[in-house]
C-alpha cells in the first residue's frame, strides 16, 4: 500500500502475522535505521563473493592475464579467503590445452580423407606438408607484428590452413590429371 511507502520510517506502519495469526506492526520487533553499505551483496556457492572482471592487455594472452591474477591474489589475499574463477575463464580452465591432442588428430583425419579420394598414400602428403608451412609463416607473422595469440589470431590461422589446403588440393588435383592424360 502506497500510503506505507512514502518514507523510510513508514515501513514500521507495515503489518505482518505473528505466530499466533495476529496481525501486528513491524515496528513493534524491529528498527529502521539509516546505514551505509553496498548496494547490493554478490553470492557465489552459498558465500559473499566480490566480484572482479578484467581483459589482458594488449600484447598479452588472456592465460598470461590469469598467470598474473592468480599470482597476485595467492601474495594478496588474506588467511581464509580464496577465489575461484567462473564462466568464460573457468571454461578455458577445464577445457585445458586441448590443441595439442586435438590439430594432430585433424590432420591425420584429413590425411586419411584425403588417402581415401586420391587412392595413394604419397598424393595426401603434398596437400598435408602445406599446414605446418602455412603456420610456421603465419606465427612468424604474428610475432614480428607483435600481436597476440588470440581467438582472432586463431580463427585466422584455422582459414588460412584450409585456404592454403584447397589451394594444395587444386594443384594436386591438376598434376594428377595431367599425369594421367595420355
Given at each position: 500500500e502506497q500510503q506505507f511507502r512514502l518514507a523510510p520510517e513508514q515501513?514500521?506502519?507495515l503489518k505482518v502475522r505473528n505466530?499466533?495469526?495476529?496481525m501486528v506492526p513491524l515496528?513493534?520487533?524491529?528498527?529502521?535505521?539509516?546505514t551505509s553499505g553496498p548496494d547490493r551483496v554478490m553470492h557465489y556457492n552459498g558465500f559473499i563473493t566480490a566480484e572482479l572482471n578484467g581483459a589482458p592487455a594488449a600484447g598479452y594472452s588472456s592465460g598470461q592475464a590469469q598467470a598474473a591474477i592468480e599470482k597476485l591474489l595467492k601474495e594478496e589475499l588474506p588467511?581464509?579467503?580464496t577465489y575461484e574463477w567462473t564462466e568464460l575463464t573457468y571454461q578455458q580452465i577445464l577445457a585445458g590445452n586441448t590443441a595439442l591432442f586435438v590439430f594432430p588428430l585433424c590432420?591425420?583425419?584429413a590425411f586419411l580423407v584425403l588417402a581415401a579420394q586420391y587412392e595413394s598414400w604419397s598424393l595426401p602428403l603434398a596437400v598435408i606438408l602445406i599446414v605446418p608451412m602455412t603456420?610456421?609463416?603465419?606465427?612468424?607473422?604474428?610475432i614480428l607484428a607483435g600481436s597476440d595469440n588470440n581467438i582472432f589470431t586463431q580463427i585466422g590461422l584455422i582459414v588460412l590452413v584450409g585456404l592454403a589446403c584447397k589451394n594444395a588440393i587444386l594443384i594436386v588435383?591438376?598434376?594428377k590429371d595431367k599425369q594421367e592424360e595420355p
Amino acid at each position: 500500500e502506497q500510503q506505507f511507502r512514502l518514507a523510510p520510517e513508514q515501513i514500521g506502519q507495515l503489518k505482518v502475522r505473528n505466530n499466533l495469526g495476529e496481525m501486528v506492526p513491524l515496528a513493534s520487533f524491529i528498527m529502521v535505521s539509516d546505514t551505509s553499505g553496498p548496494d547490493r551483496v554478490m553470492h557465489y556457492n552459498g558465500f559473499i563473493t566480490a566480484e572482479l572482471n578484467g581483459a589482458p592487455a594488449a600484447g598479452y594472452s588472456s592465460g598470461q592475464a590469469q598467470a598474473a591474477i592468480e599470482k597476485l591474489l595467492k601474495e594478496e589475499l588474506p588467511n581464509g579467503m580464496t577465489y575461484e574463477w567462473t564462466e568464460l575463464t573457468y571454461q578455458q580452465i577445464l577445457a585445458g590445452n586441448t590443441a595439442l591432442f586435438v590439430f594432430p588428430l585433424c590432420v591425420l583425419l584429413a590425411f586419411l580423407v584425403l588417402a581415401a579420394q586420391y587412392e595413394s598414400w604419397s598424393l595426401p602428403l603434398a596437400v598435408i606438408l602445406i599446414v605446418p608451412m602455412t603456420l610456421l609463416s603465419a606465427i612468424t607473422g604474428v610475432i614480428l607484428a607483435g600481436s597476440d595469440n588470440n581467438i582472432f589470431t586463431q580463427i585466422g590461422l584455422i582459414v588460412l590452413v584450409g585456404l592454403a589446403c584447397k589451394n594444395a588440393i587444386l594443384i594436386v588435383e591438376f598434376a594428377k590429371d595431367k599425369q594421367e592424360e595420355p
